[in-house]
């Protein structure tokens, strides 16, 4: 039913973190580790990978610094998707995505933060709020991203050539379930994101932003956000009430 | 309410034809609305006989006797809406229209039944440029607006103004909110200065320093101070020239006379009809822009921004507000007066700053590529989609729901 993918660059811990996914786990996952060690599809690049190479109705994007906690995980993401309107589903989300003056003032970055972000990790208080439950969001964070494969097959996959690699993949995933009707949904389940596993001071990683179009990581950061803000005006700024 | 056919939205202003600002946003919202398939537009203007241009029916209101559309409003519904119910959307000032949003106040009369009856919502598209007394709406505004269903502000800055003036619990009743006028910045881009200059007279030379203004000739566009600011800049600038846009060279200000009177006749360059294509010729040849008048908005502001010409903006209402953040550069009132049977707090300038924001403009200049850029989120291509259409998609979902 459910494939968990793992785009890695060998961080020591990823088997252990991995291995927590299984245990807690009640029903079959297939898992699809995304070996980019030697040659980097880039976080989008290993999601397409992902999608091209499984076969199951849900896909699970993790990153491989991700410690599951909660026995039954998948028994609760599953359930979400009992709701055939939901895309995707997440531990992590913000209520907001986009100050709601985004499109009637100059472009500003900052006028593309999140807002009231929540999640059910160790350190959820540090990053927002602790919800335990499931609520709508108008976006996850990228570290779990589980996805309908039909959304996926209604996107047209993952736009590999045109976005960053590495950057707002999350927000273009559940932008993209918006515009084809879906709803988004963060889902409090108990895990840890170690964090800082793969940063962007590699020189692994800065090597390879140099033979990116962007160049550099805040090129790609700066340059995405444009992306983002053109890309889904229609949608943008995405707003769930509690 | 509930309907599959499309929801009749009359809109109800100054002609779409005409050149005001009030027919040209208008005419734009009217234009594109029209193209929803929720809705049926048809348009009650003031001032206008109506034009086979325009996507829509046409009503006319001559302008006689100071109506504001009380004389012709039953007929002109009952003719475009017949039978359905739906909206009157006014772009109007709110001092217009108290019989309209309160008919409670007016006289038994059939008008005064017909408006009562509620055939229509009653949403506005509010111009507000100025505050009142206290930083609130003077009272017959704030009457006014308690009359309408829906309520959208030009700027930020009204939205706010609203809902002080009526109180969160209305505002939040009336969806309270606020969307910017667009501008078709494919017709507003910069074109050669020379161009531009050769079009508005063979006067202005290629190394003049030509400041542009463009604006009618009311009490608020303060077109005394713009030309204290030019007469001062020539004591200190050689080679300048003013370009002056207006409707009519005498109406509340003489033109003429404060050119005599501030000695630059010699240097002044009057036009009065141009064509979006003249003015955008016209403001690409300007070094730069002043607009000290009191705006709902300043179209003249997102033009020239447009063209890549800087602009100079008084930091007062409607305009302080909408270019926020924009390639403009401010200047604030030094004092502020009340004027008019409408309590309008209006801003007082010293010339002298406006001086020296133009000389600062003039020895830095901006690029025209990010005075352009800066007013890109105006350009109708984008705002329509990622703004004000959504608006409209909102209010009829609340409808039909």
């Given at each position: 039913m459910l494939s968990l993918i793992i785009p890695t660059?060998?961080?020591?811990?990823m088997q252990e973190c991995l291995a927590t996914w299984h245990d807690k786990s009640v029903g079959l996952l297939q898992t699809l580790v995304v070996d980019n060690s030697v040659y980097n599809r880039g976080v989008l690049g290993s999601m397409r990978y992902g999608y091209e190479q499984s076969d199951t109705p849900y896909l699970a994007f993790i990153h491989d610094d991700v410690l599951m906690h909660e026995q039954a995980w998948d028994l609760r993401v599953l359930a979400e998707f009992d709701d055939p309107s939901v895309g995707v589903v997440g531990f992590g989300g913000a209520l907001q995505l986009g100050h709601d003056d985004l499109y009637r003032t100059p472009y500003r970055l900052t006028n593309l933060a999140r807002q009231g972000y929540c999640s059910n990790t160790d350190d959820a208080e540090r990053h927002g709020t602790r919800e335990t439950g499931s609520c709508g969001v108008a976006t996850l964070d990228g570290f779990v991203l589980i996805a309908r494969r039909s959304l996926i097959d209604t996107m047209g996959g993952f736009p590999v050539e045109t976005w960053?690699?590495?950057?707002h993949y999350d927000h273009y995933l559940c932008l993209m379930a918006r515009r084809h009707g879906y709803r988004v949904r963060m889902c409090g389940v108990?895990?840890?994101?170690?964090?800082?596993?793969?940063?962007?001071?590699?020189p692994e990683y800065k090597e390879y932003m140099r033979t990116t179009r962007y160049g550099t990581d805040v090129a790609a950061h700066v340059d995405g956000h444009v992306q983002l803000y053109e890309t889904f005006r229609d949608v943008l700024p995405a707003r769930v009430t509690r | 309410m509930t309907t599959n056919r499309p929801l009749p939205i009359l809109f109800l202003g100054d002609a779409a034809e005409r050149g005001t600002g009030l027919g040209r946003i208008g005419r734009d919202l009217a234009t594109l609305v029209s193209r929803m398939p929720q809705y049926r537009v048809g348009y009650l203007g003031l001032g206008g006989v109506g034009s086979?241009?325009?996507p829509f029916p046409t009503y006319c209101i001559q302008q006689v006797g100071g109506q504001w559309g009380e004389g012709v409003i039953e007929r002109v519904w009952w003719d475009f809406a017949g039978r359905d119910a739906g909206v009157v959307m006014t772009i109007w000032?709110?001092?217009?229209?108290l019989w309209f949003a309160r008919p409670e106040f007016l006289p038994d009369t059939g008008l005064k039944t017909f408006l009562s009856s509620r055939h229509f919502l009653r949403w506005g598209y509010f111009p507000i440029d100025s505050t009142g007394p206290n930083d609130r709406l003077t009272s017959v505004t704030r009457d006014t607006l308690m009359g309408y269903d829906r309520i959208v502000a030009y700027t930020k800055w009204s939205d706010a103004l609203i809902r002080r003036s009526i109180g969160d619990d209305a505002a939040q009743a009336r969806q309270c909110d606020w969307f910017p006028h667009g501008i078709n910045m494919g017709t507003f881009t910069p074109s050669s200065r020379e161009e531009g200059r050769k079009m508005l007279s063979n006067r202005i030379h290629d190394n003049d320093i030509l400041i542009g203004a463009v604006g009618t000739n009311q009490a608020r566009k303060d077109w005394g101070c713009i030309f204290a600011t030019v007469a001062s800049l020539r004591t200190k600038v050689k080679r300048l020239k003013l370009w002056v846009h207006i409707d009519l060279d005498e109406r509340y200000w003489s033109i003429p006379a404060l050119a005599s009177d501030y000695g630059l006749s010699d240097i002044l360059e009057v036009s009065h009809e141009l064509t979006d294509s003249q003015l955008a010729l016209a403001y690409s040849a300007c070094d730069v822009t002043l607009h000290p008048s009191s705006e709902g908005f300043g179209y003249p502001i997102a033009e020239s921004l447009a063209c890549g010409t800087p602009a100079i903006v008084g930091d007062y209402s409607g305009a302080g507000s909408a270019f926020?953040?924009?390639?403009a550069l401010f200047v604030s009132p030094v004092a502020y007066r009340l004027d008019t049977l409408h309590n309008a707090l209006r801003p007082v300038y010293e010339p002298g700053d406006w001086v020296t924001a133009t000389l600062k403009l003039l020895e830095v200049p901006l690029e025209r590529d990010a005075c352009r850029a800066s007013v890109s989120h105006l350009d109708w291509k984008n705002l329509w989609p990622s703004v004000v259409k959504k608006w409209f998609v909102t209010r009829h979902e609340e409808l039909t729901c």
């Open positions: 660059m060998g961080q020591p811990r960053p690699p590495m950057h108990r895990c840890v994101h170690l964090g800082g596993m793969t940063t962007v001071g590699m | 086979r241009k325009l000032d709110a001092s217009r229209l926020e953040g924009t390639a």
